[in-house]
C-alpha cells in the first residue's frame, strides 16, 4: 500500500532555512504528484507545491514562491521541500500527500481536487 513518511520539521528562526523530506512506497509507477499542504492553528489547510515524479514538473504556490523549493532524488524515492528565508506566518504542520489520478500539480495546490494519500504531518515552528 501507499505510505508517506514526512521529517524534518523543527524549531527555527525567522529568516532561517529547514529541509522537510517526504519518503514515499507503494506506488507500481512514477506516474504520480506529490504534493505538500500545511495547516495552522485555527487556519484551514493550504496547498504548498507540487512535483510530478515522472519528469519533475513543478508547481509553487504564489505565496511561497521565491523562497521555497521542491525537489526530488534520483531514484524518486524522496521528495524535498526546501524552505528559505522563513517568516512567522510559515508556522504549520506540513503534510505531504500524493495521488495518481493525472491532474496537474497546479490543480491540487489551488484546491480543485484532492489528493488521495497523506502522511502523519511534521510540525515547522518559525519563532524568536
Known amino acids: 500500500q501507499v505510505q508517506l513518511v514526512e521529517s524534518g520539521g523543527g524549531l527555527v528562526q525567522p529568516g532561517g532555512s529547514l529541509n522537510l523530506s517526504c519518503e514515499v512506497s507503494?506506488?507500481?509507477?512514477?506516474?504520480?504528484?506529490i504534493g505538500w499542504f500545511r495547516q495552522a492553528p485555527g487556519k484551514e489547510r493550504e496547498g504548498v507545491s507540487c512535483?510530478?515524479?515522472?519528469?519533475?514538473?513543478?508547481y509553487v504556490k504564489e505565496s511561497v514562491k521565491g523562497r521555497f523549493t521542491i525537489s526530488r532524488d534520483s531514484a524518486k524515492k524522496t521528495v524535498h521541500l526546501q524552505m528559505n528565508n522563513l517568516k512567522l506566518e510559515d508556522t504549520a504542520v506540513y503534510y505531504c500527500?500524493?495521488?495518481?489520478?493525472?491532474?496537474?500539480?497546479?490543480?491540487?495546490?489551488?484546491?480543485?481536487?484532492?489528493?488521495?494519500?497523506w502522511g502523519k504531518g511534521t510540525l515547522v515552528t518559525v519563532s524568536s
Open positions: 512535483i510530478f515524479m515522472h519528469d519533475r514538473v513543478a
Open positions: 500527500a500524493a495521488d495518481a489520478v493525472g491532474y496537474v500539480c497546479a490543480d491540487y495546490i489551488e484546491g480543485y481536487y484532492d489528493m488521495d494519500y
Open positions: 507503494g506506488f507500481s509507477s512514477d506516474y504520480y504528484r
